[in-house]
């Protein structure tokens, strides 16, 4: 199968990093800052930052109709800490205008685990993954209620890595490690697909 080609909302926030990751496990990557970049996208990732920034910026940028379109009509998407804000159906300690995609069954109150002091690292079991994987938490959001996800790993009981269908999201940061493991369960979900 030819390269899959990944796009990766870079209006504010660790883009790079899911750049470099999903470059190394064999994907083409561009930069989505505007709405022409979604064009001919198998899948779009949406990285840690500032979810109330990245809203406004997505509406600013003309960029969150044409997503929410490209979604309904395919597009698989990855969101990661601010990211999975931007995929929740509900957000609690959001700012009033903060806008969502809504394209996956969970509540998610923001910066739930602490502020960044808090931030902190465990060792995450995860469904499709033989070994652990090391997960870095940073102001993360907090899964309060979920509904029609699939739940891939869980901290202390609470869903921290979901899916449903080709929209995943996780709460922590997959790709501030040197371990690709789950930037390649998400490529071969949307390979599949
Ligand atoms: N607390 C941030 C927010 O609400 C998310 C933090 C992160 O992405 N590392 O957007």
């Not at 509406?59 to 800490?81: K, N, R, Y």
């Not at 601010?82 to 009033?96: K, N, T």
């Not at 509904?147 to 080709?166: N, Y």
Request: glycine share 10%; proline share 4%.
């Amino acid at each position: 199968m030819a390269a899959l080609n990944i796009g990766v909302l870079a209006l504010q926030g660790a883009f790079a990093a899911h750049q470099e990751i999903l470059r190394d496990i064999g994907c083409t990557t561009r930069q989505v800052r505007e709405p022409k970049d979604l064009v001919g996208l198998h899948a779009l990732v949406m990285p840690g930052g500032e979810s109330t920034t990245m809203s406004k910026l997505l509406l600013t940028s003309g960029l969150f109709e044409p997503i929410g379109q490209a979604i309904d009509d395919g597009m698989a998407v990855f969101g990661t800490c601010a990211g999975m804000i931007l995929l929740a159906s509900a957000i609690e300690d959001g700012r009033a205008d903060q806008c969502s995609f809504g394209v996956l069954g969970i509540t998610v109150q923001r910066n739930a685990y602490g502020r960044q002091v808090d931030s902190f690292e465990t060792d995450l079991d995860v469904v499709g993954l033989d070994e652990p994987f090391h997960a870095v938490f940073i102001r993360a959001p907090r899964v309060t209620r979920f509904g029609s996800v699939e739940v891939l790993a869980r901290l202390d009981d609470e869903p921290v890595l979901v899916r449903q269908g080709k929209a995943w999201a996780a709460s922590f940061h997959p790709e501030l490690q040197a371990d690709d493991r789950i930037h390649r369960l998400f490529v071969e979900c949307v390979e599949k697909e």
